[in-house]
Structure formats: structure tokens, C-alpha cells
């Protein structure tokens, strides 16, 4: 059991990290093709919620990573439950945008449950790798870790979404291609971020005087506090 502390960056970190799990959810809806490439908006931001995962996880550590990991998804679980019941409310008689606004924020039950189980599969396998591999390399070789577990928690993540929302719907080799190209965008997006990752990371460890290695922790996701 980890000593409870204050940390000044902690509410901050947190705030960023469940705010880029609501955008992405937000923005997903929209495709967008690049040449050849075809993904959903959500790559914009989305990576950037394990960059701050492996931050929460590198500087504080996994049992502190744990209860937000399991914060975002409550919030972001709020926010679809808030669309959906002001989304069945009556629109007032002017207004003439209904359509729309269920187009863009109507969500189906299937692409919510692959979303919510991917995310819980893929952060918990990031935050998980992150911390094992810190503890392996001594807290040395910081982008060994950040990739190593965006490329394990990213495909997952890819893997359980496009397989659980679109099993039966889309051909297997066009799951496959999906999942792939998912992986590697969101992958190749971490490693240009790593120059990044390491400043925030080097300003949190001297700000917060934290670096907490998971010698002693209980991995198991389920378990909230900290």
C-alpha cells in the first residue's frame, strides 16, 4: 500500500488525460481519409490519453494510474449517458437540427460496449507494461517503456474495438487492415511524442519529488484504491 501524499500535478494530469478520453469519444464519428488511409477522427487526440497514461504511471505509478484509468471511463461514461437523454428529450419547435444532432452524437449500443471494453483493455495493458518494464530496466531507457507499452496497450485497444463493433459486418481482411492501421498510426504518434513525454515527465518527477517504482503492488485492475 502506497503512503498517501499530496501532489500538486496530479489533479492536472488527471483532468488532461479524462478530457482527451471524452474528445476522442466525441470526435470518433467522423472519418477521415488520408491517400489510401481511412480512420476516425479520434486519432487526433486519442494517443494522447496513453501519453498521459504512461506519465501518470511512470511518475506516480500503477497503483495511482489504476483509479484514473477507471475515472475515465466513468466520466466518459457519464458524458454518453448525457447525449443520449438530451438527445431523447423533445426539440423545441424552431429548432430544426435534430437529424444532425443525432447523426453526429448518436451513439449505437454495439460501438459503445467495443469502445468501453477496448479502452479498459488497452490502458490497463499500457499502464501495466509501462511499470513491469520500469522496474526490469532500473528506471533507465525511458522510450523503451512509453513505446513498448503504447505498441502492446495501442493494439489491443485496436484489436478488441474493430473485432467487437464490426465482427459480421465488415470482411476479415478489411478488420485486419483497420486494426493494423490503427496500431501503427496511434504507435508511430507516441514515438514523435517521446521528445515531449520526457520533458513532462522530467518536470513532474522534480516538481512532485515522485518516482514511484510498482515493487510491491497488487496489479489487479479491479482493485480501486490506491
Known amino acids: ?9 496530479f489533479p ?8 482527451c478520453l471524452i474528445t476522442a469519444n ?6 477521415v481519409a488520408i491517400g489510401p488511409l481511412l480512420f476516425p ?11 498521459f497514461g504512461d506519465i501518470l504511471t511512470e511518475v506516480y505509478g500503477y497503483q495511482r494510474a489504476r483509479p484514473v484509468i477507471w475515472l475515465g471511463f466513468i466520466c466518459n461514461l457519464i458524458a454518453v449517458i448525457a ?7 423533445p426539440a423545441a ?26 479502452y479498459l483493455a488497452g490502458e490497463f495493458l499500457n499502464s501495466f507494461v509501462l511499470a513491469k518494464m520500469k522496474i526490469a530496466t532500473r528506471g533507465r531507457w525511458l522510450w523503451t517503456r512509453t513505446i513498448g507499452s503504447t505498441l502492446v496497450g495501442q493494439l489491443a485497444d485496436s484489436a478488441v474495438f474493430i473485432s467487437l463493433a464490426f465482427s459480421g459486418v465488415w470482411p476479415g481482411d478489411q478488420m485486419l487492415t483497420a486494426i493494423v492501421t490503427q496500431w501503427l498510426l496511434k504507435s508511430i504518434y507516441e514515438t ?7 520533458a513532462v515527465v522530467a518536470f513532474l518527477k522534480r516538481a512532485e ?3 514511484y517504482y510498482d515493487y510491491d503492488t497488487d496489479f489487479n485492475p479491479f482493485r480501486l484504491e490506491a
Open 93 to 118: 419547435s424552431f429548432w430544426a437540427d435534430q437529424p444532425a444532432y443525432e447523426a453526429i452524437l448518436g451513439f449505437t449500443p454495439r460501438l459503445l460496449a467495443a469502445s468501453f471494453i477496448a
Open 26 to 31: 466525441i470526435i470518433a464519428v467522423k472519418p
Open 192 to 198: 514523435l511524442a517521446t521528445p515531449a513525454t520526457y
Open 209 to 211: 519529488h515522485e518516482d
Open 1 to 9: 500500500m502506497t503512503t498517501e501524499r499530496s501532489y500538486k500535478w
Open 41 to 51: 477522427a479520434a486519432i487526433v487526440i486519442f494517443p494522447l490519453s496513453y501519453i
Open 83 to 89: 447525449i443520449w437523454v438530451a438527445g431523447r428529450l
Open 12 to 19: 492536472a494530469v488527471t483532468a488532461v488525460f479524462v478530457t
